[in-house]
């Protein structure tokens, strides 16, 4: 199947400071990506929809402040978590997908520590 | 609204037995429901999916059968192996929002 890479697959950051992941599809064009959170023993809730050269779609309830995601090629979004909180520690993950229609394939995740 | 819910949420069988995985989507308009295999500290594995234009689909020991009317499906596995022990995650691609919509995840332990 298609290939999500995501970086890094955890970092350690300290309150109040930002910290970036990475979502890329190595072997196909996403003009579509998506970013997911996952609490601990729970499910993957949707974030935002990060589109190729527009604005991100976020879900009700996301502060689209805190998370700015920039999908500035085909291949790459970037999800950018601001002034990070101990409550945004979280397993964040991205999807991709080769086009409509086509199967969903995910990173392999970023865990993130706020501390 | 958009919605799935799974059942069982653990699930404990012994080794070479049959585990079943059901799900109900919410919204009729789905048309894609992707199966996930998640292991502890890893992104989302895809091991099966159905289209709406099919109601069953079989890939070794795994198999998913779709029912459409009754908005149900489900996912068998077969001759469970430890390996197999894992969360899964169903999922319903909603396609009037353009997103896919997780289950609340089945933890399975196969018991050697």
């Known amino acids: 199947g298609a290939v999500v890479s995501q970086h890094p697959s955890w970092v350690i950051c300290k309150s109040g400071t930002s910290v970036k992941i990475e979502c890329r599809s190595l072997d196909f064009q996403a003009t579509t990506m998506f970013w997911y959170r996952q609490f601990p023993k729970q499910s993957l809730m949707l974030m935002a929809t990060?589109?190729?050269?527009?604005?991100?779609?976020?879900e009700q309830g996301v502060e689209k402040d805190k998370f700015l995601i920039n999908h500035a090629s085909l291949t790459l979004s970037t999800l950018t978590v601001t002034s990070a909180h101990p409550e945004d520690s979280s397993f964040y993950i991205c999807?991709?997908?080769?086009?409509?229609?086509?199967?969903?394939?995910f990173g392999s995740g970023t865990q993130l520590s706020v501390l | 609204g958009e919605n799935v819910e799974q059942h069982p949420s653990t699930l404990s069988v012994q080794e070479g037995d049959s585990a079943v995985i059901k799900c109900t989507y919410s919204d009729s308009a789905s048309n894609y429901f992707p199966w996930y295999k998640q292991e502890l500290g890893k992104g989302p594995q895809l091991i099966i999916d159905i289209r709406s234009n099919v109601g069953e689909k079989k890939d070794q020991r795994i198999a998913v059968t779709l029912n459409k009317t009754a908005k149900h499906f489900s996912l068998h596995i077969t001759e469970t192996q430890p390996e197999d022990s894992a969360v899964y995650f169903c999922a319903a691609w909603m396609d009037s929002s353009y997103k896919l919509i997780f289950g609340s995840g089945t933890r399975l332990l196969v018991r050697p």
């Open positions: 999807s991709a997908s080769p086009g409509a229609n086509e199967k969903l394939f």
């Open positions: 990060s589109n190729e050269g527009s604005k991100a779609t976020y």
